[in-house]
Structure formats: C-alpha cells, structure tokens
Nanobody, 126 residues
Framework: QVQLVESGGGLVQAGGSLRLSCTVS????????VGWFRQAPGKDRELVAA????????TYTDSVKGRFTISRDNAKNTFYLQMNTLKPEDTAVYSC???????????????????WGQGTQVTVSS
C-alpha cells in the first residue's frame, strides 16, 4: 500500500525558514503528481503548491509565491516544500499528497489526490 509521511514541521519565528519533506513508500515517486496542502484552524484546507509528474508544471497559491518552493527527488522517493520568509499567517497543519496523472500537469483539486500524509504542524511566531 502506498504511504506518505511528512517531516520537518515545527516552531519557527517570523522571517525564518523550514523545509518540509514527504517520503513515499510502496511505489516509486516518479509515478505521481504531488502537492502540498495546509489547513489553519477554522479554515478550509487549501492547496499550497503542486508539481506535475514530469516537473513541467508548477503552481502556488498567491500568498506563498516567491517564498515557497516545491521540488522532488525521485531517487529518494521524497518531495519537499521549502518555506522561506515565514509569516504567522502560514501557521497550519501541512499535508503532502500524491496522485497519478499521465499528463504532465499539476493537480489542483483535493479529490484528484489519492494518497495523503498524516500532516505536520507548522507554527510561526511573531
């Protein structure tokens, strides 16, 4: 069974950086389009960043553009979310997700992602 596990969350001061990692087991990561989502208390879960299967397409929510970067290392079965210049409003539970799409496009709808990690807490203090 395919399983995704996030790591790298924690507490950081505003302006700091964190790198989240998502390791995939059960199948090679090269098969999947990937994404990162977050959910803050009292808010809906939102797409933060997505990367297509072959890497030809990426997308970011407007609030993180220029600060966050999604990347993948298929040899390590791991993909990443580098988060720089963190703000208190970035505080949320971050989840990684993966799904199969034979076209090299990002997947933006939550229902397109079949596999999900358990979530990791990111807290940004003022």
């Amino acid at each position: 069974q395919v399983q995704l596990v996030e790591s790298g969350g924690g507490l950081v001061q505003a302006g700091g950086s964190l790198r989240l990692s998502c390791t995939v087991s059960g199948r090679t990561l090269s098969m999947y389009a990937v994404g990162w989502f977050r959910q803050a208390p009292g808010k809906d879960r939102e797409l933060v960043a997505a990367l297509s299967w072959r890497g030809a397409d990426t997308t970011y929510t407007d609030s993180v553009k220029g600060r966050f970067t999604i990347s993948r290392d298929n040899a390590k079965n791991t993909f990443y979310l580098q988060m720089n210049t963190l703000k208190p409003e970035d505080t949320a539970v971050y989840s990684c997700a993966a799904g199969v799409d034979v076209s090299d496009r990002v997947m933006i709808r939550q229902e397109e992602y079949r596999y999900w990690g358990q979530g990791t807490q990111v807290t940004v203090s003022s």
